[in-house]
């Protein structure tokens, strides 16, 4: 199975609206217990609560001066009540909230839909590929559907402080065969009484997408380019192309992959002697003649968000981050904050190719890398 990403943030979208028209239509801001009562499925509260505890933590940080030793048990004391004492007075304003609440009902849906691929990414996402007992403990503190994952796992961590990301996995996978997880219909019925939802929406069809794809080109065809001795037209009795027709004659239509001289594999284009983007566009590519109409997406962009079309987003979140939407905006947001091409190459050979495998495409590798390229032309 395998989520429409899409559909799971539009509906995210449509429930925050929905509750926030009601709850601010008689208030201005939100306070911390009435979040804990404010969605009928308490998961969407507890992620709510969750990412204010991470905007919490950053605001920490922020607050820290390279004048002043933090690291003072007196300041650290200090500093903690200082925090505690902030954190019982939240107080969000719609504006702030509506985005909040709109990525935790996303994230309830998929932790439903999929557990077990949100619990992978979750442990994946660790940073330095460590997951720590201290994110661990966020875990089980935060997430209440299907709760018996993260305990097994600090079970599995013990008195240990932290361990590698893929001893993690190996643990979550002898945990996922062993258990089984909570059906999921209460959850959706409940969130349904609010925005009504059918499970089969958040799930994507293979086949409609491949007849979908195969109309599109039907579409993009002009009526004066038939060709008028196709015997097939004539006869109303022709069967229809099967899916796997379809999908072959959609394939020997796409256009040419752009091919490098010299490079075979991914991990050879991740490399300090990758051509810029220019050298993409000229003619003497091996194999490869540059159209006019491509040219369009050889201008310069001001950001990476800027040169990625929305079915070139969701290809990346699917192929390139395993479905996850926010480690994809998470690698947007830092490759954006790069000085140059060259640091913006170094991340993703170095972080984001090894991290999720992206050997196992790398077409679409190569995809993002040259809207990366635009950015810094």
Not at 73 to 86: H, P, Q, S
Not at 259 to 271: A, Q, V, Y
Request: proline share 4%.
């Amino acid at each position: 199975m395998k989520l429409d990403l899409s559909a799971i943030e539009s509906y995210g979208h449509q429930y925050a609206k929905k509750v926030c028209d009601d709850f601010f239509n008689r208030t201005a801001t939100i306070n911390g217990q009435q979040i804990l009562k404010l969605s009928n499925v308490a998961q969407v509260n507890m992620f709510v609560v969750s990412d204010l505890f991470e905007r919490w933590k950053a605001d920490t940080e922020v607050f820290k001066s390279p004048y002043f030793n933090f690291e003072n048990d007196e300041v650290k004391a200090g500093l903690k009540t200082f925090m505690n004492i902030a954190s019982r007075h939240i107080m969000v304003k719609r504006e702030d909230f509506e985005t909040i609440l709109s990525s935790a009902v996303s994230r309830t849906l998929a932790l439903l839909l999929d557990p077990s691929k949100y619990f992978d990414d979750f442990v994946r996402d660790s940073p330095e590929f460590t997951l720590t007992k201290e994110r661990l403990a966020q875990l089980t503190k935060y997430t209440k559907i299907n709760g018996q994952i993260s305990k097994s796992l600090t079970e599995r961590l013990g008195d240990e402080e932290k361990t590698y990301v893929t001893t993690a996995l190996s643990w979550l996978n002898d945990i996922s065969k062993n258990g089984e997880f909570e059906n999921p219909d209460k959850y959706l019925e409940m969130l349904s009484a609010t925005v009504p939802l059918r499970k089969d929406n958040f799930v994507k069809s293979t086949v409609k997408k491949v007849v979908e794809d195969s109309s599109a080109m039907k579409m993009s065809q002009s009526f004066f380019d038939i060709d008028p001795d196709n015997e097939d037209l004539d006869d109303e009795n022709v069967p229809l192309p099967t899916v796997a027709q379809v999908q072959a004659k959609f394939d020997q239509d796409r256009t040419p992959t752009l091919k490098l001289p010299g490079f075979d594999r991914l991990n050879d284009t991740f490399t300090d002697d990758l051509p810029t983007v220019n050298d993409l566009l000229k003619k003497e590519v091996i194999g490869y003649q540059t159209p006019l109409s491509d040219l369009a997406f050889s201008r310069p962009i001001k950001s990476i968000v800027d040169g990625v079309s929305l079915n070139q987003k969701f290809v990346f979140i699917g192929r390139l981050f395993e479905g996850d939407i926010n480690a994809y905006n998470k690698a947007v947001e830092d490759l954006d904050n790069c000085l140059n091409f060259g640091e913006a190459k170094n991340l993703m050979n170095k972080a984001l190719a090894p991290k999720y495998n992206w050997i196992m495409a790398a077409e679409e590798a190569n995809d993002f890398l040259e809207v990366i390229g635009r950015k810094f032309r």
